[in-house]
């Protein structure tokens, strides 16, 4: 569900006047209500997610309550923090990835580790990286939307240190949830944004 933009319609009232009907505009065009662009959402896609928030009119049309969004934002944000702090207290991906690499013994084995793709955001490609053990057998890297759709799955066949490169052409624009799979265990799930 993407935010859109765009510019108010004038619309007009009628009114029956002695000879003829009159049409009166609603809107001063010169006023900043007007000049200016507005954003919102796609009331059909947000009833689709929380059917509680859109409303019919009598004339058919859809409203969206959005002071009923912001709790759901804050509570969001609230979420986000926490894995933002939960990130910065495990360490970063290059703190991550020295570990998995200096667990490995000739035999013994490390963690999987996914990192965060590079560049993010990205316009035309972006690169995953990952660590797999030698004794991890089967292991996948799935894309999801942000309504748990999933969009690709991509079987990974080698182990070590590895990348998948994601091409936009295969996305439009957005944000995506991706994660790895090992042996039926998700080892990690990360956000990337694509921009047009």
Do not use: C, W
């Not at 000049?35 to 059909?44: D, E, N, S, T, V």
């Not at 999801?144 to 624009?173: M, N």
């Not at 944000?175 to 039926?184: K, M, S």
């Amino acid at each position: 569900m993407m935010p859109v933009e765009y510019n108010l319609k004038q619309q007009y009232k009628e009114s029956k006047g002695d000879s003829a009907t009159v049409k009166q505009a609603l809107y001063d065009e010169k006023s900043q209500l007007f000049q200016k662009k507005h954003y919102g959402l796609i009331a059909q896609d947000l009833q689709k997610l929380y059917p509680d928030l859109v409303y019919e009119g009598g004339d058919g049309y859809l409203s969206i309550n959005y002071t009923g969004i912001i709790p759901l934002l804050i509570q969001s944000i609230k979420e986000l923090k926490t894995e933002i702090d939960e990130l910065k207290s495990s360490g970063s991906p290059e703190t991550k990835s020295a570990q998995a690499a200096t667990s490995l013994s000739p035999g013994g084995t490390g963690e999987a580790v996914l990192y965060q793709n590079t560049p993010n955001p990205f316009t035309q490609s972006t690169q995953i990286k990952y660590y797999l053990p030698s004794t991890v057998t089967k292991a996948y890297l799935y894309i999801y939307d942000l309504q748990g759709r999933q969009l690709k799955q991509i079987h990974i066949a080698e182990r070590g240190e590895g990348v998948q490169v994601i091409p936009a052409s295969e996305f439009t624009a957005g944000i995506y949830l991706y994660g790895l799979i090992a042996d039926g265990n998700q080892v990690d799930m990360k956000r990337m944004i694509l921009t047009e």
